[in-house]
């Protein structure tokens, strides 16, 4: 290691040009690195959506669903498959196991969709993959102001889907535009029953003479003279009128058209989903959606400076007015970090230049900071880690501890410049002071980045949240240690060149006022610990007992949500609603938020528009709550606060379920589509009936168990249908086919699409269904008559039943196999007792059908996992730190000591969160384990200069005293450039700020303790440790 | 090493609360749901938001149903006032004074045919009142007598013939009002079923209700198709409501009551005839009852609530 000090020296040029370099390529890669507001903790996920238009539920699962399921098992790195089939639509998801390359795993999935289709009949819809995108992918959503009020929905849409949709997909980074609200535009012809049965004709020849009248053809060229003429045939309908003249048949020379049997309009499509805006109506509406990896920030811009180009160019009175833009949460979050990140450089400069007494010396450690935030870049875009809160905010953590390294290699060759005589040559000091530290500095650093190994191992959302965090900070530790055994030698030897005034001084006066004044106040105290040991070991059991007292009386929470800043209120109504009702309710609902005074607006979606993003059924809403800028507000207040009032004044909705989310937040819930409770029982089986019988039985038999709360089964009935049931008896006696039959329920009731008519390219279907009159109720569709072979016409009554009956809502199913989900909470008693319990009660009382089988899970399965990995992980990391400290001191006691460390900085860390009223949480965690890191590197360097002093021949005493005078400063620069960069974070309150407050305030507790162990304590106690002097350790 | 071990505890504790808590959060979410769970509650809901959501309320009284079947047809003449002329003799036709649509009377002239055996021209003339409606003769043809030259039919009478399909037949009963219409056209006139099939036809397995129509005007042609809404029942009951009130409850017909302290209850009920709008109670609600007549969807949504809560979209 002193090599690489002397080769340092020795090439201080080229050095210096490599610093030059790294830090070149840093703020290269930082250019590069893609900004997010937070991390992107979407699991990797392939959707595969299907629109079945009007399958219900059980259809869409055996005809769709099932297929896709079963074609995408055995895909490499395939960790789950799960689907639900709901009206109308068919959602599979892939997950792959994390980390799995997106587009990889996109490829896969397309293959095996070939398949897929082929086994799904025709005319049941085509499986496609949702956008290439995640969780953080929506970034902009827009709404279409009509204020002439003049356009039609319809033909609002129509410039939503036909214009600004194509636009807005040609911005680079831009995936797809999903469009929702109004109507899509259609042709609809609404047929006559009973014009049919005058003209003896049926609906589904209606269909087919549309399909026949609609063509262009080509039919290759002629030559005429020289010349070659393409021949083409136009016979596209084109308007109404083309359709209405279509003749379906000719009695004797005398043509049947189609306006006889027909009524042809423009309507709207069927449609699933609404958006509402104000309480005031319906409104159109798009979101943008962001290609997978691309940078928020540039792609938002994009898209605003494209919508203002659009602005320009839409028909005049209509104009695109984006509602939601993740730019600002980006920018917030970034904003929040980057001020934290500034501030608390400035702070470490200043520590720096009081107890450095000199600019030269700061500016040398000052250097690393930069050094190792550029260094960190570098590593982040080789691991592909965008810029967020997260890896942000671990850089603002880490700013107090990149400067550790290089504070004590300066603070040493600052020292010995002092202590040395003039003659002696400058660089040789630097390197005999540089070779002094090298080593604990060395180990130091790597036992902090060791720490942090655990956080690698987080699993799931946790895990992406703060593995950035523990990267960035590993990775600028790392840079900060390249910097300080390369190239804070070199920079020492050219900045900290000693002046003349300097080399005239006494040895006295070279002391610096501060160093002096604080050795004065230090040494009787540390004296006085040396020589009574037995007071050390009181005050540090007295802290550890407060530590153990305190412990228990802190309150726990989640990770603290991150706050986005934009307020959704989640509506949630009875699954069986109709989409008027919905819209009727959502509108009630808007204009209740209208009349609070800090709600500008409330744009709604219910349901789903283009599928892509969403698949919520219509009986769930979202809307997005505008507000009004902080001034005009009655107070300051936090988002959580603001929530509570709108809470307040907005009441309750009768039949409606209302809570507050966030749109990433709500996204990501969605994909990751886990069950929040403790306890999850899943139930896998074939019927449903079966399935929900058996649930309702198990759920009863685990109230029974003590400790039980909130035990529910999953809703999975509630959708009422229709439910036509054709009799085959009746059937055979007429010769008509179960399939005659369906096609004209098919098409009559439900509508058929008869080709397309083209307006410039836009293309909108043909629609052909009864008039509303004879499709709208039970009654009239048992009057739908069916033709028989023999020409008689049956009405549909007579041939099936027809009944109404409570259906499944949706089909969830997991691994190819239906499940339901039993849910429970578990109060009072040990997990693991209860489920014990619960599994025996319902092996011995509840008898399952043969193919049924119970599977446990919840967050308490996640849970015992984590615990079992960091059951491993924790004490192989301790093992490690351990090997490190032992490999540095070759010394079990001095290692031992340092260890001792960490319960002291615990319990200033407990002390830190109990007093500000903070919980326990993730991010809490986090800042223990930083701290660890940060605890040992104080010991050690402390424990490192008295093995030294004792080499030097001092007695155990006399080496703790001087030991500690003279590290006082170092030890304290350090400790207070750690706690003085995370002040700014302790009291940031921008977006992300809840995140990083609590991992603050852990770290500063625990460095106030520690500190004081470091100094007082460990000095006392070294005498117990120390080594038996004569062969060198160091 | 005891230290360590501490540590180590420690260490755990930290990250398993940290995992564990969003099951507290969760756990106070749905205590809160669970609340609402109690079905026998009544659900009491203030005036204002009763008028914001358009709740109504009405009183459960007696009320007329009438209730109809609706059917299709054609308008034929009627058989008995059809006569069809045959010439008696094969001949050469000589004149044609009539032609199809002409109005005729009994015992004018037709045409005038020449005999084959006699040589010798006579009259072929109309038996009834009446409008030609079919000719087969042309000058200079020659006729046979077993064609039928003319058909005349007095239409100031006309048929309106009905198929009633099996599941229809025994609703339909003769002295039945029926409106009898033409599709898109503006003509309507009510009549009474004076007729209904005695058998079904085996070919179209249906049977036959006629309503005779008064055609002075001459509106009803023969061959037109042609609707009826026939009147089956229009009865009194006791107990009525309107059709809107109806929700299903877990797998019961309720109706909404107010109870004495403003609060709505489920009740179930039994339902006897309906129409479009209205329908019968047999049990379960008495007259005077006061019964949410609009928007009761919200109220059963109101029940449910607790079961739609926590499911995620989809």
Known sequence: MNRIIDFAIKNRLLILVLGIIIMAAGYLSYKQLPIDAFPDVSPSLVQVFTVTEGLAPEEVEKYVTYPIEVTMNGLPNLETIRSVSNFGLSVVNIYFEDGTDIYFARQLVNERLTEAREQIPEGFGDPQMGPISTGMGLVLFYYLDDTTGKYSLEELRTIQDWLIKYQLQTVPGVTEVLGIGGYEKQFQVAVDPNALLRYDVTINEIVEKIKANNLNVGAQFIEKDAEEFVVRSVGLTQKIEDIENIIIKAEDGIPIYLSQLAEVEIGGAIRRGVQTRNGIGEVISGMVVKLYGTNSSTVIGAVEKKLAELNKILPEGIRIVPYYEQKSLVESAVTTVTDALWQGIILVVIILMVFMGSLRPSIVVALSIPFAILFAFIGMSYFNISINLMSFGGLAIAIGMMVDATIVLVENVDRLKRESSKEENFIHIIAVASKEVIRPITFAIVIIIAVFIPLFTLQGVEGKTFSPLAYTIALAMLGSLIFAILIAPVLSSYLMKRTKRELKKSKEQKELWIVVQLQKFYEPLVRFFVRRRITAIVLASVILLFGIIIFPQLGSEFTPTLQEGTIVMRMSMAPSISLTESTRLTLIAERRLMKIQEVAGAVTRIGRGEVGAHTDPINSAEMYILLKPKDQWRQDMSQTELEEIIREEFGEIPGALVNFTQPIQMTVDELLEGVRAELAIKLFGGDLEVLKNEAEKIASVIRTVKGAEDVQVDQVTGAPQLKIMVDRHNIARYGINVEDVQQVIRTAVGGETSGQIFEEIRRFDILVRFTPEARLTASAIGEILIKAPDGTNVPLSQLAEIEEVIGPRQITRENNQRFITIQANVVGRDIGSFVEEGQQLIESSVKLPPGYLVTWGGQFRLQQEANARFAVVIPITLLLIFLLLFFNFRSVKNSLLILLNIPLALVGGVAALWISGQNLSVPSSVGFIALFGIALENGMILVTYFNQLMKEGLKVDEASVKGALLRVRPVLMTALTTALGLIPLLFAAGTGSEVQRPLATVVIGGLFTSTILTLLVLPALYKWFSIKYESGAM | ?314
């Open chain 2, 1 to 314: 090493m005891n230290l360590i071990g501490k540590f180590l505890i420690g260490a755990i504790f930290f990250f398993s609360v940290g995992c564990s808590d969003d099951q507290n959060n969760d756990a106070v979410e749905t205590e809160e749901h669970h609340e609402t769970e109690e079905h026998s509650e009544a659900i009491k809901i203030s005036d204002e938001v009763m008028k914001e959501f358009g709740i109504e309320v009405k009183e459960a009284g007696p009320g007329v149903i009438k209730s109809h079947i609706d059917l299709t047809g054609e308008i034929i003449a009627e058989p008995s006032r059809i006569s069809h002329i045959i010439p008696r003799f094969n001949g050469i036709v000589k004149e044609v004074y009539k032609t199809v649509g002409d109005k005729v009377s009994k015992g004018e002239t037709l045409a005038i045919i020449e005999s084959n055996e006699s040589l010798a021209p006579y009259e072929v003339q109309s038996l009834i009142d009446g409008t030609i409606i079919e000719m087969h003769m042309t000058q200079g043809e020659l006729i046979g007598n077993e064609a039928h030259a003319f058909t005349i039919a007095d239409l100031n009478k006309v048929w309106a013939n009905f198929n009633i399909y099996q599941k229809d037949l025994g609703k339909i009963k003769v002295g039945q009002r029926a409106s009898v219409s033409v599709g898109s056209m503006d003509i309507e006139e009510t009549g009474t079923i004076s007729y209904v099939s005695p058998i079904v036809d085996e070919k179209t397995r249906t049977a036959t209700a006629r309503v005779i129509l008064n055609n002075q005007t001459g509106k009803w042609l023969p061959g037109m198709f042609i609707t009826a809404n026939v009147y089956v029942s229009e009865k009194k009951y006791p107990v009525v409501v309107e059709k809107t009130a109806l929700q299903t409850l877990e797998e019961q017909v309720v109706v909404f009551v107010k109870d004495e302290d403003g609060g709505f209850r489920p009740q179930a009920v039994k339902t006897g005839n309906e129409n479009n709008d209205n329908i019968e109670i047999l049990s379960g609600l008495n007259a005077g009852d006061q019964y949410v007549s609009k928007n009761s969807f919200i109220l059963k949504a109101e029940i449910l609530k607790e079961s739609f809560g926590g499911d995620h979209g989809h």
